[in-house]
């Protein structure tokens, strides 16, 4: 999710999420913008989705920095394509690092940044929504092809996680990052 190149307007619409790094987060980048062109947000694991805030931004960020340092990092491995049966959204599993993901999303959906959302919080990868149902299909072969015949790591380590807000043309702006640390018990 970053900044669309008309800008905009920023609307009350928050989300926590992780950018894939490349070569895998270049390959996610270029895969999603063939299946839905002018898709201009950057390949990303979302933590908490998009959400309203009714309290200063301030006061998420502070909630988060609360509770962010109990998280250390760790290693997403990211599974097959799939499909969600009611919204047609296409998207990829995750296969490891999907308890931390939940835990992660359990500890910061409190407080200021509660939010009863649609659907449970089911970690993935979106690679693309909003099809036309008659593009469904064939956006799903293209993204199984591409994703068969990529060779490089199929992983990667959230270790930093950005706040960001939505506008008004859809396109998301980073507000702050949180880099997760490794922290040593003292003896």
């Known amino acids: 999710m970053q900044p669309g190149c008309n800008g905009g307007a920023s609307v009350n619409s928050f989300a926590l999420v992780s950018y894939i790094p490349d070569p895998l987060g270049a390959f996610l980048d270029r895969l999603r ?6 898709c201009h947000s950057k390949a990303h694991v979302t933590v908490l989705p998009p959400r309203p805030l009714f309290r200063p931004t301030s006061d998420a960020w502070t909630q988060m920095q609360e509770r962010l340092p109990d998280f250390q990092p760790f290693r997403v491995e ?15 599993s995750v296969k490891a690092g999907h308890a931390e ?3 992660l999303h359990t500890a910061l959906n409190a407080k200021c940044l509660a939010f009863a959302e649609p659907f449970q919080y089911h970690p993935h990868v979106t690679l693309a929504q909003e099809l036309d149902r008659d593009r469904l299909a064939s956006a799903m072969e293209l993204a199984k092809r591409r994703w068969h015949e990529f060779r490089d790591a199929r992983s990667f380590t959230v270790d930093k996680l950005t706040f960001v807000q939505n506008t008004l043309d ?4 980073d507000l702050n990052a949180w880099q ?3 922290r040593v018990a003292s003896l």
């Open 180 to 182: 997760l640390s490794s």
């Open 101 to 103: 993901l939940l835990k």
């Open 78 to 92: 990211l599974g097959d394509i799939q499909v969600f049966p009611v919204t047609d959204v296409i998207y990829l």
């Open 170 to 173: 859809n396109s998301w702006i």
């Open 33 to 38: 913008n063939d299946l839905v062109c002018e």
